[in-house]
């Protein structure tokens, strides 16, 4: 084995637990001892070694299909022998009491849960500063933003302190993290994984994703995640693929590392027989806007005080937000505590007025264009610079100050509102070495071919230098 064991992708760990030339017990402490070593990085909120430890021993031998390969999950995932934290005081000591189906089943294919990860609390945000919890620091560039909310998951998976993760997805949560951290996350198609078991902030918009190293780790998880999962073996070629490439909103006012990557990413897939269709997606910002945020300030309130209910947690959701540390979270939950911001028959045609018609502005993109994907930068932006709690909410742009949040959403949150399949992959480095990631958006349910596609860009792209940890 030439690959130190923590820079091992989970398909050549696997290979190795089946083939008898790894052990999980040396594995597994390996992970241990630099998760040590980098615990300044805060991308757990629990990792017992001593548990990880015991259950491997008490699980011998291990199943296929991943015959004991680790994995994390981040922390607004169920799981009975660990707290389910969602990085907020109320939760601290949590623990509900039955595993979520997703961490179930990849229990249940032989993987070794190595803790829960740190979030953006409650699942908001993108920065990975929590008041309480700690400020997750980005593997490239400690003192920089992570992203989020799963800013955990993608920063322990690009540190080598496990190789695989499961994160969540509302408007960008696995795909924005991914990008700053040098990563590929993947959102499924809404609805393609059983989402029972997860703390909520939108029903219609949840959704758990697979953060890796690379695409065909991702494919490893998805085909374990997914009740009926894709061929993970099937191939996509990028000679005479059609890519849609829409200029508009989603390559406007780019940072100039971004544009100047992502530039050279399209080259790259052309020279390689992309077929690039310039062409944009008409009035794709106004639908987005007429779903986004009228959907979530309805559902989250309502949904978040359903899962304390049904899971038995000892608390109300008054009292869980009267507790909430990022005051940007909290100042969101108690305006729809004593008044509802988005009235019923808003957020109906939300849902059936609105978000059909986004979703028909893709549709006739990818059916008029005959694209099989929509190729933008993940995020506008790279990382920027840590700031305290409460001085975050700006980040600098082309010499302006923008919201942080919205900015870092601005082009994830789109076909997150379409439940389209979406996946980012590394496409460079900026000019001071932090990373930068391309999006690819997939017809609706195309989530197999979309992972086939991300392999092709994957290999066109150059790879990213490891953090230098």
């Given at each position: 084995m030439g690959t130190e064991p923590h820079w091992l992708s989970a398909v050549e760990a696997v290979r190795l637990l089946r083939d008898g030339d790894l052990k999980l017990e040396d594995y597994v402490e390996a992970l241990i001892e630099r998760t040590a070593r980098l615990a300044a990085l805060n991308t757990y909120v629990t990792h017992d070694p001593a548990l990880i430890r015991r259950s491997v021993r008490e699980a011998r031998p291990r199943p296929g299909p991943l015959y004991g390969l680790p994995f994390a999950l981040k922390d607004a995932i169920d799981t009975a022998d660990l707290p389910t934290t969602a990085t907020t005081p109320a939760l601290r000591e949590w623990r509900p009491r039955s595993n979520a189906p997703i961490a179930q089943r990849l229990l249940d294919a032989g993987g070794t849960l190595m803790g829960k990860q740190t979030l953006g609390?409650?699942?908001?945000?993108?920065?990975?500063?929590?008041?309480?919890?700690?400020?997750?620091?980005?593997?490239?560039?400690?003192?920089?933003?992570?992203?989020?909310?799963?800013?955990?998951?993608?920063?322990?998976?690009?540190?080598?302190?496990?190789?695989?993760?499961?994160?969540?997805?509302?408007?960008?949560?696995?795909?924005?993290?991914?990008?700053?951290?040098?990563c590929v996350g993947f959102r499924p198609s809404h609805g393609r994984y059983d989402r029972r078991g997860m703390i909520p902030i939108s029903s219609s918009r949840d959704t758990a994703g697979p953060i890796a190293r690379s695409v065909a780790d991702v494919r490893l998880i998805d085909a374990i995640c997914a009740p009926a999962g894709d061929d993970p073996t099937v191939t996509a070629d990028l000679r005479g693929l059609r890519l849609g490439v829409p200029a508009g909103h989603f390559y406007e006012d780019l940072d100039p590392d971004v544009a100047a990557v992502t530039e050279r990413a399209l080259a790259g897939l052309a020279a390689r027989g992309a077929v690039l269709v310039e062409r944009d997606i008409p009035d794709v910002r106004?639908?987005?806007?007429?779903?986004?945020?009228?959907?979530?300030?309805?559902?989250?309130?309502?949904?978040?005080?359903?899962?304390?209910?049904?899971?038995?947690?000892?608390?109300?959701?008054?009292?869980?937000?009267?507790?909430?540390?990022?005051?940007?979270?909290?100042?969101?939950?108690?305006?729809?505590?004593?008044?509802?911001?988005?009235?019923?028959?808003?957020?109906?045609?939300?849902?059936?007025?609105?978000?059909?018609?986004?979703?028909?502005?893709?549709?006739?993109?990818?059916?008029?264009?005959?694209?099989?994907?929509?190729?933008?930068?993940?995020?506008?932006?790279?990382?920027?610079?840590?700031?305290?709690?409460?001085?975050?909410?700006?980040?600098?742009?082309?010499?302006?100050?923008?919201?942080?949040?919205?900015?870092?959403?601005?082009?994830?949150?789109?076909?997150?509102?379409a439940g389209l399949p979406c996946l980012s992959v590394p496409s460079g480095l900026s000019a001071d070495g932090l990373p930068i990631g391309l999006e690819l958006v997939g017809p609706a349910r195309s989530d197999g071919r979309l992972l086939a596609i991300g392999e092709a860009v994957e290999r066109a792209l150059p790879p990213l230098p490891r953090p230098a940890l």
């Open positions: 609390e409650l699942s908001f945000g993108i920065t990975g500063n929590s008041p309480a919890f700690g400020a997750v620091g980005n593997p490239y560039a400690p003192g920089h933003l992570p992203g989020g909310s799963s800013g955990g998951t993608a920063a322990g998976v690009a540190a080598g302190l496990v190789p695989a993760g499961i994160g969540a997805d509302t408007g960008g949560s696995c795909r924005i993290p991914a990008a700053l951290c040098g106004r639908l987005n806007e007429l779903v986004s945020f009228a959907v979530v300030l309805y559902e989250v309130g309502r949904e978040l005080s359903a899962y304390l209910y049904q899971h038995s947690a000892p608390i109300s959701l008054r009292d869980l937000v009267a507790q909430v540390a990022t005051d940007t979270v909290r100042e969101t939950l108690e305006s729809i505590l004593d008044e509802d911001q988005i009235s019923a028959a808003d957020y109906r045609e939300a849902l059936t007025v609105h978000r059909p018609a986004l979703r028909a502005a893709y549709g006739a993109y990818f059916a008029d264009h005959d694209v099989s994907a929509v190729v933008v930068p993940t995020t506008p932006l790279p990382a920027r610079p840590h700031r305290p709690a409460g001085e975050d909410r700006t980040v600098e742009l082309n010499g302006a100050s923008v919201d942080t949040f919205f900015t870092y959403i601005r082009n994830t949150d789109p076909p997150s509102n």
